[in-house]
């Protein structure tokens, strides 16, 4: 997994791509942390642009569910933005469109 940090209108970004496998998690959840941290001392939401993720584990799933925990502690939304379609299948059939927002952008609201 590589890892990148940025910003949009809505908030913090973090941009993993590659594989988030599960010696992947780790780190994964780490850089979450990093980012529920950024968003909570500003205004906005943690954007996750999965748009270079080509696979996500289940122990990545459960990063995401650890991180949205500690999020809402701190009165923070994670959005999940651009999966791709295998990507969002993923988290469809997990069931995370339930718990997370989907969206195709990084700037606006619409999934």
Do not use: C
């Amino acid at each position: 997994m590589i890892w990148a940090a940025s910003s949009s209108t809505r908030g913090p970004v973090g941009r993993p791509a590659g594989d988030i496998d599960d010696d992947a998690r780790d780190a994964f959840l780490g850089h979450l942390r990093e980012g529920v941290s950024a968003a909570a001392a500003g205004p906005g939401d943690y954007i996750v642009d999965l748009s270079g993720v080509e696979h996500i584990s289940a122990g990545a799933l459960m990063a995401l569910t650890i991180a949205r925990k500690e999020a809402i502690t701190r009165d923070v939304k994670i959005v999940l933005a651009r999966p791709n379609p295998a990507i969002r299948e993923v988290l469809e059939i997990s069931r995370y469109q339930l718990i997370f927002d989907i969206v195709d952008d990084l700037d606006t609201d619409g999934g």
